[in-house]
Structure formats: structure tokens, C-alpha cells
């Protein structure tokens, strides 16, 4: 029955995932008429997209632990914006971009944990990687919440026309009950971006920051594993859904 559980959540995030998708190109008949204005627009909403959400509560692992975990991260974009048309093969968008990953998390001594994350959307061009580092302000009890501190990266990577990196500095706060926790934090975020196309010339490289805030909970259905939901609201709004294995 547990099992069944945790195999339900697991095809259930991969099948919020598009089963299908395309490149992110520069269309050859218009990449002309995309302005500086447009270029700086998809940037900052395709770089949030694939930003290193944490979809974990404030609590590091402790020196032994270790969380296993596959999720999807859904970014509202602007999809009938020509900056979205112009850069998508086939010219074919929808509201939301779904991004499934797979993220691995190590506690380390010293309150400090560890993570990595590979993503890719399924049928196109769109893969991604990134890191991120935790470090527990506040250990928390059985009446303390727990405050820790997260720096994260991602690295766009398949897409030949566009360089793309992020990296954000987190502070989140949580606190346990019963079977499950409720987490909020901030969230800065620093977003890079370039065209590396043939086809362009005239459009600048891109830098954009912002804050945004986190909102969440883990709930613990049976030992060993967790089901973990987020929204990050700011100037591109997302939301992630979290399945994993906790040793």
C-alpha cells in the first residue's frame, strides 16, 4: 500500500510534464522584428522558469541524511507574447511551462547540506542543471521554528541561441506538526542571459534581479518518504510538486 503510494505520486508528476514539446530557436522568418524589450522579457520568465526552486522546508538533513526526489516546477509565461512565438519552434506555446527534474539532497556535519538537480523538458531542446548550498541558522524544536539560508545556481544547457544562468539566495523559515510542515521564506534572484544565435545581431545581454516570496508544505504520509508542494510568487509566478524518498 505504501509502496503504491509513492509509485502513484512518481507517475503523477511526470504526467503534469508535457509529453511533448519544441526547441527554443530563433524563428528564421522573424527573429527580426524581436526587440530589446521582448528579448529582456523572455529572459527573465524562460531564466525564472528554470530557476532552482528549493520545494523543502527550512530543516537541513543532519550528517546522515539523504532525499531523493523527483518534481515539476510549473511557470506561468506569457505564452501569446511574440517574444515566446519568435523563439519556439513551430511557434507553438502554451500558459504554462513545465519543467520535471530529478534533486538530490546530502546533509553534511556542521548544519550544512548539499544539493544538485538535472531537468529536461521532454521532446525539446530545454535541459538544465544546478546546484545549491544550505546552511541551518536555526536547528529548531519542539517550540523554535527552523531558519536556515540557501545559495542555489542552474545552467541552461541544449539550447545552442541562448546562454542562460541564474542564481538566488534564499532565507526560509519552517515548523513541524504532527505530519506535516508548513515553510515560507524570500528568495533573490539573479538572472543572466544572452543570444549566441548566427541569425542576431543588436540584442544585449540581459541581467535582471528580483525578489520573490516562497510559500509551502511537506507532508510525511509514511515514514521514508514525502510529498512537498511550493508557490514562488513575484514577477513570474510558479508552483512545484515534490515526491520523494528520505533516508
Not at 519552434?89 to 538530490?104: A, F, K, M, S
Request: proline residues 5%; contains cysteine.
Amino acid at each position: 500500500m505504501k509502496m503504491g503510494f509513492v509509485v502513484l505520486m512518481v507517475v503523477s508528476l511526470f504526467v503534469l510534464a508535457p509529453t511533448s514539446a519544441e526547441d527554443i530557436v530563433f524563428d528564421p522568418v522573424n527573429f527580426g522584428l524581436l526587440t530589446q524589450s521582448d528579448f529582456d522579457n523572455f529572459i527573465t520568465e524562460f531564466g525564472t522558469a528554470i530557476s532552482f526552486l528549493p520545494l523543502t522546508p527550512a530543516k537541513t538533513l543532519g550528517v546522515t541524511g539523504l532525499d531523493v526526489s523527483v518534481e515539476v516546477v510549473v511557470t506561468d509565461i506569457n505564452h501569446n507574447a511574440n517574444y515566446w512565438k519568435y523563439l519556439v519552434e513551430g511557434n507553438d506555446t502554451t500558459r504554462y511551462l513545465p519543467i520535471p527534474r530529478l534533486h538530490v539532497q546530502k546533509g553534511l556535519p556542521g548544519k550544512i547540506a548539499i544539493g544538485g538537480m538535472v531537468a529536461a523538458v521532454p521532446g525539446s531542446n530545454i535541459r538544465v542543471w544546478g546546484g545549491e548550498i544550505k546552511y541551518g541558522v536555526v536547528k529548531g524544536g519542539a517550540f523554535m521554528p527552523a531558519v536556515t539560508t540557501r545559495a542555489s545556481f542552474s545552467q541552461l544547457d541544449g539550447v545552442d541561441d541562448i546562454d542562460l544562468e541564474t542564481y538566488s539566495l534564499d532565507l526560509l523559515i519552517s515548523k513541524g506538526f504532527l505530519m506535516i510542515t508548513p515553510y515560507g521564506g524570500v528568495s533573490a534572484l539573479h538572472i543572466e542571459g544572452q543570444e549566441t544565435s548566427a541569425l542576431v545581431t543588436g540584442l544585449n545581454k540581459v541581467e535582471e534581479d528580483f525578489v520573490r516570496l516562497l510559500l509551502g508544505g511537506q507532508l510525511y504520509p509514511f515514514p521514508f518518504c514525502d510529498v512537498t508542494a511550493e508557490a514562488a510568487f513575484g514577477d513570474v509566478p510558479q508552483y512545484g510538486l515534490k515526491a520523494s524518498f528520505r533516508f
